[in-house]
């Protein structure tokens, strides 16, 4: 094998390490807060669990996802919940688990626009990730934007323009 194919396979191996993690922890936020966000029971089903269960649980499933595979995690971390919260709801559909009484499956497209929102905060979780590991939030990372600019005078001017009097910048090096 040569190193490319070597460097897709390191590359699949950790997103399925990391999407993994971030459904782990998605599962168990699910369980803890004891909410099924594919079901439905009327307007006393939206309690404080069930807001944690759709937007707290998927921002931190989001986060380690960013934190193991790195920068691009944020677009991996979309897929956890999708994932768990879709194999639930085939589950339910396919009438493997059963329905409590006085309890509904949610019709298709309203069970969309809550996963889009868990999937939301789930992207939210992998960037506030991507900005951990980066050290600051942008194109270039703090360290190497530091470097770019040196002081001369009051204002700041890049190391590479040259100065009236024929130096590089006024800086000494």
Same mark, same amino acid.
């Given at each position: 094998?040569?190193?490319?194919?070597?460097?897709?396979?390191? /590359?699949?191996?950790? !997103? *399925?390490?990391?999407?993994?993690?971030?459904?782990?922890?998605?599962?168990?936020?699910?369980?803890?807060?004891? +909410?099924?966000?594919?079901?439905?029971?009327?307007?006393?089903?939206?309690?404080?669990?069930?807001?944690?269960?759709?937007?707290?649980?998927?921002? +931190? !499933?989001?986060? $380690?996802?960013?934190?193991?595979?790195?920068?691009?995690?944020?677009?991996?971390?979309?897929?956890? $919940?999708?994932?768990?919260?879709?194999?639930?709801?085939? /589950?339910?559909?396919?009438?493997? *688990?059963?329905?409590?009484?006085?309890?509904?499956?949610?019709?298709?497209?309203?069970?969309?626009?809550? +996963?889009?929102?868990?999937?939301?905060?789930?992207?939210?979780?992998?960037?506030?990730?991507?900005?951990?590991?980066?050290?600051?939030?942008?194109? *270039?990372?703090?360290?190497?934007?530091?470097?770019?600019?040196?002081?001369?005078?009051?204002?700041?001017?890049?190391?590479?323009?040259? +100065?009236? /009097?024929? *130096?590089?910048?006024?800086? /000494?090096?």
């Amino acid at each position: 094998m040569n190193g490319k194919i070597k460097s897709r396979l390191l /590359d699949v191996l950790m !997103a *399925t390490i990391a999407i993994t993690v971030g459904v782990v922890i998605n599962v168990i936020g699910d369980r803890w807060t004891g +909410v099924q966000l594919h079901l439905f029971s009327g307007i006393d089903y939206f309690t404080y669990d069930w807001a944690i269960s759709l937007f707290l649980v998927p921002f +931190v !499933a989001g986060l $380690p996802v960013a934190l193991i595979y790195g920068f691009g995690g944020k677009l991996l971390a979309f897929f956890v $919940p999708l994932i768990v919260q879709g194999y639930k709801y085939l /589950d339910v559909f396919y009438g493997y *688990t059963a329905i409590p009484e006085g309890v509904r499956l949610l019709p298709l497209v309203y069970w969309f626009l809550v +996963v889009l929102i868990a999937m939301e905060l789930a992207g939210v979780g992998g960037l506030v990730g991507e900005i951990v590991i980066k050290k600051t939030y942008g194109r *270039t990372p703090k360290h190497v934007r530091d470097g770019l600019y040196k002081k001369a005078g009051d204002e700041l001017v890049p190391e590479s323009l040259p +100065v009236a /009097d024929g *130096t590089s910048s006024g800086v /000494d090096k």
